[in-house]
């Protein structure tokens, strides 16, 4: 049974850091590329940080770029999402996503962890 549980949510104010993380479970995670997703209150999904199955390459939303980082653990089937300098417009459910081939092409994703950016 295919997993992603992301953890590591909470409230933070303007300006500090937090670190969520994404652990899977049921697949290879090695062969995955990762992405981490937000949905802000009614507004749609948005991309914001994606790594290769292997680590070596990274992309940002340019809104979250030089804050944000981007990270992986194959040991551990971990992915993490480094955040810094956060901003109210930062609140959201983080989502994690898994994307690859495996007997066909996947695609799964977890149920989400609530950030909020306020003071």
């Known amino acids: 049974q295919v997993q992603l549980v992301e953890s590591g949510g909470g409230l933070v104010q303007p300006g500090g850091s937090l670190r969520v993380s994404c652990g899977a479970s049921?697949?290879?995670?090695?062969?995955?590329?990762m992405s981490w997703y937000r949905q802000a209150p009614g507004k749609e999904r948005e991309l914001v940080a994606a790594?290769?199955?292997?680590?070596?390459?990274?992309n940002y939303a340019n809104s979250v770029k030089g804050r944000f980082t981007i990270s992986r653990d194959n040991d551990k089937n971990t992915v993490y999402l480094q955040m810094n300098s956060l901003k109210p417009e930062d609140t959201g459910v983080y989502y994690c996503?898994?994307?690859?081939?495996?007997?066909?092409?996947?695609?799964?994703w977890g149920k989400g962890t609530l950030v909020t950016v306020s003071s």
């Open positions: 790594i290769t199955s292997g680590g070596g390459s990274t």
């Open positions: 996503n898994a994307r690859g081939w495996e007997y066909g092409s996947r695609d799964y």
């Open positions: 049921g697949f290879t995670f090695s062969r995955f590329a």
